[in-house]
């Protein structure tokens, strides 16, 4: 099977092509440009790795031609100039739906964010939902996946925890009350994508995709401070302390450890799916939890 991955070097973009790999099939990986993991994805003999910018349309109807289904996995979480969540969540999902099309492809996986909704005060959510609305309106056979936090090796949850351990003893959850999240492997999503594409399941369905386990984020902490042997102690904040860290990092960090869109996540609770979106059936239901085995496959060691 010959899948397109739209954002094809980011964390889930990376293992669902060496996935697909390990199964003998064909990814053609569409990325902005070549880093460290598109220099590795060239070695492999049967991937297609295709620089480019959404905006390319040319390149992009020729990256999804001939090809069997397209994940579309493309999405920021800080705007590095006013508007981009605008231009990369919505007129980038515009784009890829209008390609698609052209292509003759009708199969379509789009990964949204499982707060994303509409008339909400964060320009992340709201340009995310009004992304999800660009592919239920689309004609094509899409699914649509709503994920809280994924872990796995290269993940943004993990490792940023593992980070912040290693440079101070002190933890700062969002907001004085904690918050659930029900974290889930990379392993158990990439499975329900394939589930997707080579089985055919949940075509036409928006799907929150959720973890085995409910916990705070301050447990989650406290396991990777256990493996790292590291201290951790949890000191809630509320929530405008975050928001103004978050603000001063972005103005003066190009990678910063947190953008406000995240403060905004984690301000939420994210162990529930919203209204009006479906569970996964029974036999997809991830099963991988966040144990000392899962914690170090994350962290590499």
């Known amino acids: 099977m010959r899948i ?24 053609t990986v569409v990325a902005r440009g070549v880093n460290p993991s598109g220099e590795s994805m060239r070695k492999f003999p049967n991937i297609n790795f295709m620089p480019m910018l959404l905006t390319d349309e040319r390149k992009l109807f020729q990256a999804f ?18 508007g981009d969540f605008q231009k990369v969540h919505v007129e ?68 940023h925890i593992a980070s912040a351990l290693d440079t101070f003893p002190f933890f700062a959850p969002v907001g004085l009350l904690p918050r659930k999240i029900r974290p889930v492997s990379i392993d158990d999503f990439v499975d329900v994508m394939l589930a997707c594409f080579l089985g055919h399941r949940l075509i ?7 973890g085995p386990e409910e916990m ?16 951790a102690v949890i000191l809630p904040l509320p929530s405008i ?28 609770n994210m162990s529930k799916p919203l209204k009006g979106c479906e569970v996964l059936p029974d036999d997809l239901q991830p099963q991988r939890r966040l144990t000392e085995e899962t914690i170090k496959a994350a962290l590499g060691i």
């Not at 397209?70 to 006013?82: P, Q, S």
């Not at 036409?204 to 959720?210: C, D, I, P, R």
């Open 4 to 27: 397109t991955i739209t954002g094809g070097t980011g964390f889930l973009g990376e293992h669902l092509a060496y996935k697909l790999i390990s199964l003998g099939h064909f990814p």
């Open 204 to 210: 036409g369905q928006t799907v929150a995709v959720l």
């Open 92 to 159: 980038g999902t515009m784009r890829v739906v209008q390609a698609a099309r052209k292509a003759g492809i009708s199969r379509l996986i789009f990964v949204s964010y499982l707060r994303a909704r509409p008339r909400s005060f964060s320009k992340y959510l709201q340009t995310k939902w009004e992304a999800e609305e660009i592919v239920r309106s689309s004609g094509l056979d899409y699914t649509i996946l709503k994920p809280g936090m994924i872990f796995g090796p290269g993940d943004h949850m993990i490792s």
């Open 216 to 231: 705070s984020l301050g447990e989650a902490v406290r396991r990777v401070a256990r493996v790292k042997k590291k201290l």
């Open 241 to 268: 302390c975050h928001y103004t860290l978050a603000s001063v990092l972005e103005r003066i960090s190009a990678d910063p450890l947190v953008s406000v869109a995240q403060v905004r996540m984690l301000s939420e």
């Open 65 to 82: 031609n001939n090809c069997d289904g397209v994940a579309h996995l493309v999405g920021i979480n800080r705007e590095a100039e006013k």
